[in-house]
């Protein structure tokens, strides 16, 4: 049985640092230039905060200045922190509840990395791909030679019938629905992606 991904597995070591006093227009030119979604606030060596692409647009949206509003000040604190042993789905079902899209993760040492709502929505269709049922020995005899099949002392009825699965394309390993980004008990392929029941209806 395939053992769940940690955060540690899936977890990027490469993150923008910024302090409570810089500006929300220096943190974005930051985002920019590093293609990044969100900025780790960080006091000395401590996360206190995270601004992410949703912060900087409600300073938009309330007509503030960018470059005399502070990240101190929009920021989402305080920062929901992890063990880097802690379960893909721990991190999954935390981001559902707490409405959050990013989690510091920390060892001992201190902040090692961040992993985010995209990570955990890549690393689960990931996971659920791997968990693909591998064809049966029914399959297999079906496309052995007639005469072969006749000694295994299958039927032809039995041999033509397709292999199906949970209904044929249910997926009962619990994961994040890649459509709406929530936690599932079973996930449906549905146009290359892997989603929930609510998604596969609509």
Known sequence: MESELS??????TEYVGVSESDT???AVELMREERASCVLVV??????????EWDVLGVVADDHEPSETTVGDVMTSPVIT?????????????MARENIRNIVIEDDNGVVGLVTQRDVIAAA?????TMTPTRSNATLEGERPPEERAQSGASSDDLDAPAMTNGGDE???????EACGSLADSLWESNGQLVCADCRTV
């Open 43 to 52: 006091r000395g060596s401590d996360p206190v905060g995270i601004m992410t």
């Open 82 to 94: 992890f063990g880097p042993d802690r379960g893909l789905t721990d991190a999954a079902s935390t």
């Open 125 to 129: 269709g990931s996971f659920q791909a």
């Open 171 to 177: 997926y009962t390993t619990q994961g994040v629905c």
């Open 7 to 12: 955060v540690r597995d899936i977890l990027t």
């Open 24 to 26: 929300v227009q220096g």
